[in-house]
């Protein structure tokens, strides 16, 4: 396999309600979308946003990583999909989502050339797989609207951002388990709690019996020891999703015990070869996956749709990111109907045209 040619476009989608965490304000999906031509005309496409404040990546330094390096290091070497992979790897220090984007469309065009769908070409058989929902951070009875929305679309587990006022958070989280009683609710916390606060709140949740199923990160990211203190003294089970972006760092955590669950996102590990990886680890010590996405439009995620499709250790899936945006101007791919989302059975990604991407 050769790549011989790069173009880079910006594909911006609204979003439904602007999206808010501890950490931020959001209210389009703007991304970068990759599209490699091999030599033999196949076309793999892959994405990446910048999400400064996760992985310290923008639109400039993305399209700067693919342009300056990752591309240049690629560019007409004849060689195998594992070896392609590793030159995106080692071709510039961090820049994981440039090198997710770029690993993403490497895949899509050895999928194409396999005449196999991607979760098939990773040995999966199951092709639908059902996701949960992101309800924004926002005044409680307003989340508890925006519930009710959710629970009307279909979706069952519903992903709660917490973080910004403790005693705000627990008003929210009754208003919206009041609003669904049945609903499986998730919380992500992005760092915001200190390891003792954590666990004080977490009691107080468990107390008021609001039955969360797990927190995800409530503490720093680079703070391990505070990580495994939540887990070891929290009622609620603890993810690590900033905690972990390389395989190195979910070894880390799986040995340690830091965490109950990881959080496996492309756009955080660089690509699906680390993705693999962490899922072979995840299986090795019996942790359960979770796969979620960064506010993606529909290339990256079909990728991500992909990969869960393919592996039985991501048991919870977090792809909320394309039913949160209003338009989709993404042909092909996965398709995402409610809290249902199946992977195409085209070849590769399956995504033949993407409206309005503006060339750069
Ligand atoms: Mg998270």
Redesign the pocket.
């Known amino acids: 396999m050769k790549i011989v040619g790069m173009k880079l476009g910006l594909l911006s989608a609204p979003l439904r309600v602007p999206f808010r965490?501890a950490l931020r304000e959001v209210k389009y999906v703007d991304d970068i979308v990759v599209e490699f031509y091999a030599s033999d005309g196949t076309v793999g496409r892959g994405e990446a946003p910048p999400t400064a404040a996760?992985t310290g990546e923008t639109l400039g330094s993305i399209q700067a990583a693919l342009q300056g390096h990752i591309f240049p290091s690629l560019c007409d070497k004849e060689a195998s999909l594992e070896s392609l992979c590793a030159i995106v790897e080692h071709s510039i220090v961090g820049n994981h989502s440039a090198k997710a984007a770029a690993e993403i469309a490497l895949w899509d065009i050895y999928a194409q050339h396999c005449s196999l769908p991607l979760y098939k070409l990773l040995g999966g058989e199951d092709h639908t797989i059902v996701t949960d929902l992101t309800i924004s951070v926002n005044e409680p009875d307003i989340m508890a609207k925006d519930t009710v929305d959710a629970i009307g679309r279909g979706f069952e587990t519903l992903?709660i951002?917490v973080g910004e006022n403790p005693e705000l958070d627990i008003e929210r989280l009754r208003a919206v388990r009041s609003a669904a009683p049945d609903a499986v609710l998730r919380i992500?916390a992005?760092q915001a709690w200190t390891p003792r606060q954590a666990v004080r709140i977490l009691e107080r949740m468990d107390a008021e019996g609001l039955n969360i199923e797990l927190v995800?990160?409530p503490v720093k990211a680079r703070d391990l020891n505070g990580l495994k203190f939540v887990t070891d003294n929290s009622p609620v089970p603890v993810?690590a999703?900033?905690s972990m972006f390389s395989p190195e760092d979910a070894l880390n955590i799986m040995q340690r015990h830091a965490a109950d669950y990881v959080?496996i996102?492309l756009m955080k590990c660089g690509g699906i070869s680390n993705a693999l990886r962490i899922a072979s680890a995840a299986e090795v010590y019996g942790v359960e996956c979770m796969i979620?996405c960064m506010l993606e439009a529909k290339v990256s995620v079909t990728a991500a749709v992909h990969l869960a499709c393919a592996k039985n250790i991501i048991t919870r899936i977090?792809l909320d990111g394309p039913a949160l945006c209003s338009e989709d101007p993404v042909v092909g791919g996965a398709t995402f109907d409610g809290k249902y989302i199946t992977a195409n059975q085209a070849p590769g990604l399956g995504i033949t045209e993407i409206h309005g991407l503006r060339y750069i």
Request: proline residues 0%; hydrophobic residues 15%.
């Open positions: 965490t996760v992903k951002k992500d992005n995800e990160q993810m999703d900033e959080n996102k979620g977090d």
